[in-house]
């Protein structure tokens, strides 16, 4: 699938900070999926999002999916030191099984 | 409920050898997906079965590269010979449908030397 636009490409947090980043395609999607991935695992689904405009969140994250159905964003807030690892956005079209990655967002905690 | 699981978790192998990935999806879900990580290329989609066939081969890199699915709660990704530029994670996913939330396992890091 094509590649998404995932911003920024990595960052560094300090614990209790809110956290935010976003993916943009040139054509839409109409599922948005964020996941994580932590070192030596698998991604793991955190959120998915199916209508335009739809905001959802599961605890601590808050996903929304943008009205052109071209973009999406993530946010953590009050961030603690499990929440490091990278995170994937993801686009798929209507009863397709192809996933469009994004480049992913590595999130590093600052000492 | 277990999810994804894949074998081995590490693999070591020397170029030419044959290596073969396994994977056990999630009980009740007939797509399965074999997915390859680099940091160069990012997840890229192998190879995608429905119901055990394979619909869409078009990722496999090249002839080295073979999947099976003999039945619903096992695959398997073969690469013979193996080259150095074969290391990578590999990746299984499954999902309900073919369109439904697909499931990671946590992968295979494959090195070859």
């Known amino acids: 699938g094509q590649q998404l636009n995932q911003s920024p490409q990595s960052m560094f947090i300090q614990e209790g900070e809110d956290v935010s980043m976003n993916c943009t395609s040139s054509?839409?999607?109409?599922?948005w999926l964020w996941y994580k991935q932590d070192p030596g695992e698998g991604p793991v689904l955190l959120i998915a999002?199916?209508?335009?405009?739809e905001l959802t969140s599961n605890g601590r994250l808050t996903a929304q999916f943008g009205i052109t159905r071209k973009d999406s964003f993530l946010n953590i807030s009050a961030s603690i030191p499990s929440d490091v690892g990278i995170y994937f956005c993801a686009g798929q079209l209507i009863r397709d099984y192809k996933l469009s990655f994004g480049a992913g967002t590595t999130v590093t905690v600052r000492a | 409920d277990a999810g994804v699981i894949q074998s081995p978790r590490h693999e070591v192998t020397e170029m030419g050898q044959e290596v073969t990935l396994r994977c056990k999806p999630i009980?009740?879900?007939?797509?399965l997906f074999w997915y390859r990580q680099t940091m160069m290329r990012g997840l890229e989609l192998l190879i995608y079965?429905?119901?055990?066939?394979?619909?869409?081969d078009s990722g496999m890199p090249e002839d080295r590269f073979s999947a099976k699915m003999p039945n619903a709660s096992f695959s398997t990704l073969k690469i013979q010979p193996s080259e150095p530029r074969d290391s990578a994670v590999y990746f299984c996913?499954?999902?309900?449908?073919?369109?439904?939330?697909?499931?990671f396992g946590p992968g295979t890091r494959l090195t070859v030397t």
């Open positions: 996913a499954s999902s309900l449908g073919k369109s439904d939330e697909q499931y």
């Open positions: 054509s839409i999607f109409n599922t």
């Open positions: 999002l199916y209508k335009a405009g």
């Open positions: 079965f429905n119901n055990n066939v394979p619909i869409d």
């Open positions: 009980s009740g879900h007939n797509s």
